[in-house]
């Protein structure tokens, strides 16, 4: 079973508008940490976001926001007055505390494909 | 100055051929990992070291094999190439194994096997 679904594999706004790419996880571990990375069309994998799953408090920084919700095992991204430049495909992430010492194992969604047009 | 490199950015060879993907970090991290993403942009990661030590290895056939002369470079040399190795390998690094860690990631390689 996938641990980190990210339903939208694509999405397409005109700029201006806010967006929201959603993320579901799925652990039985009750100590985690979620992540969202960045990977514009040039490639590389931009860190954007680390959250505790004893933390669920919000987070704005700037256009983007992120809502952390564990009874919904959900941490949705959203960007608000999208441009042009956020264009990327989005990813979200899994740390596990599995106990095993397995160490630091990133489990990746599918992605979400954003395209932000003028 | 670059955090985590990678060389080359491209490489294309024929079916059958041994090539190696070279991997470095400067931020003093003492573990580092590969990645594969395939061409759906699937992510998916291969081996983890800490401190020149395997930690993870992802059911990857055996013609993978890494190798880290030292905490600063993590090197993925693949032989027999097959066409379904054809993908973006990226390198990361973590301040340590600990599974909170951000990791950094290089620029990607893409492997184009013909």
């Known amino acids: 079973a996938q641990k980190v679904t990210q339903v939208q594999t694509e999405i397409s706004v005109v700029e201006k508008e806010d967006v929201t790419l959603d993320c579901v996880y799925e652990t039985r571990d009750t100590t985690y940490y979620l992540f969202w990375y960045k990977q514009p069309p040039s490639g590389e994998l931009v860190f954007l976001i680390r959250?505790?799953?004893?933390?669920?408090q919000n987070e704005i920084s700037g256009r983007y926001s992120w809502n952390f919700q564990k009874s919904t095992s959900s941490f949705n991204f959203t960007i608000t007055a999208s441009q042009v430049v956020d264009s990327a495909v989005y990813f979200c992430?899994?740390?596990?505390?599995?106990?095993?010492?397995?160490?630091?194992?990133?489990?990746f969604g599918g992605g979400t494909r954003l395209m932000v047009k003028p | 100055d670059t955090a985590v490199s990678q060389t080359p950015k491209y490489l294309v060879t024929q079916m059958g051929n041994d090539k190696s993907i070279k991997c470095e970090q400067n931020?003093?991290?003492?573990?580092m990992y590969w990645y594969k993403q395939d061409s759906k942009k699937f992510l998916k990661i291969m081996f983890s070291y800490n401190n020149k030590e395997l930690i993870i290895n992802e059911t990857v056939p055996n013609r993978f094999s890494p190798k880290s002369p030292d905490k600063a470079h993590l090197n993925l040399h693949i032989n027999s190439l097959e066409l379904g190795d054809s993908a973006v390998y990226f390198c990361?690094?973590?301040?340590?194994?600990?599974?909170?860690?951000?990791?950094?990631f290089g620029p990607g390689t893409r492997l184009t096997v013909l």
């Open positions: 992430a899994l740390s596990e505390a599995d106990g095993n010492n397995a160490g630091n194992m990133l489990t």
């Open positions: 931020l003093g991290h003492d573990t």
């Open positions: 990361a690094s973590s301040q340590d194994w600990d599974w909170s860690n951000e990791q950094f």
């Open positions: 959250r505790n799953s004893f933390d669920e």
